[in-house]
């Protein structure tokens, strides 16, 4: 008996790694090598290309097609018909399969529906992308970002609730401070 769900309608091909209380939903489908962690929900229409790494916790909704060169870390969102690339410069008349470029979606990231990740970029820890973002360079951590292109407009506590201007959650009354590009927790700080 398998330890995880695929719906009958939907196709696994071989040499592929799915985790323990994953479930596959209606009409998608995961291709040759790639690996889907442990209690990840796959939504209707979803295709997996070879290669790509899905972590545990995933919840990736409907009409989404994640293609070679995305890695996905643990607890990732992504949103109905978000669209990733992976190639810069794509023609359908010249092959190029060795110029796919990673795209890194950081731990507890959520990407909002309808939104386009160019390829080559990170997404960074516990960000927000704003539904219809065009994200055309890295994201920060924590960073809540919208628009064509993407700009951070504030930024996101862990628990999802946008932070105050001193950086704290009025929810769970986490604090962040800023660090390079992005935010860090405060731990064990006064």
């Given at each position: 008996m398998?330890?995880?769900?695929?719906?009958?309608?939907?196709?696994?091909?071989?040499?592929?790694?799915?985790?323990e209380g994953t479930k596959i939903w209606h009409f998608s489908h995961i291709m040759e090598n790639s690996k889907i962690g442990n209690n990840c929900n796959i939504g209707q229409n979803v295709v997996i290309s070879p290669n790509v790494i899905i972590g545990n916790g995933v919840k990736i909704q409907n009409n989404v097609s994640v293609y070679t060169g995305v890695i996905c870390e643990d607890g990732v969102f992504l949103g109905p018909s978000c669209v990733f690339t992976n190639v810069i410069n794509p023609r359908s008349f010249i092959e190029r399969k060795d110029e796919y470029k990673q795209t890194l979606i950081k731990k507890g990231a959520s990407i909002g529906a309808n939104s386009t990740i160019v390829?080559?970029?990170?997404?960074?820890?516990?960000?927000?992308v704003g539904a219809g973002s065009v994200v055309t360079k890295d994201v920060p951590d924590y960073a809540?970002?919208?628009?064509?292109?993407?700009?951070?407009?504030?930024?996101?506590?862990?628990c999802g609730v946008k932070l105050d201007s001193s950086y704290k959650c009025n929810r769970c009354h986490k604090m962040y401070k800023k660090e390079n590009n992005g935010l860090k927790e405060c731990k064990n700080e006064k």
């Amino acid at each position: 008996m398998s330890k995880y769900f695929v719906h009958e309608s939907s196709y696994v091909d071989n040499n592929c790694s799915i985790g323990e209380g994953t479930k596959i939903w209606h009409f998608s489908h995961i291709m040759e090598n790639s690996k889907i962690g442990n209690n990840c929900n796959i939504g209707q229409n979803v295709v997996i290309s070879p290669n790509v790494i899905i972590g545990n916790g995933v919840k990736i909704q409907n009409n989404v097609s994640v293609y070679t060169g995305v890695i996905c870390e643990d607890g990732v969102f992504l949103g109905p018909s978000c669209v990733f690339t992976n190639v810069i410069n794509p023609r359908s008349f010249i092959e190029r399969k060795d110029e796919y470029k990673q795209t890194l979606i950081k731990k507890g990231a959520s990407i909002g529906a309808n939104s386009t990740i160019v390829c080559g970029n990170t997404i960074g820890s516990y960000s927000l992308v704003g539904a219809g973002s065009v994200v055309t360079k890295d994201v920060p951590d924590y960073a809540i970002v919208m628009g064509n292109p993407a700009k951070v407009a504030g930024y996101v506590c862990e628990c999802g609730v946008k932070l105050d201007s001193s950086y704290k959650c009025n929810r769970c009354h986490k604090m962040y401070k800023k660090e390079n590009n992005g935010l860090k927790e405060c731990k064990n700080e006064k």
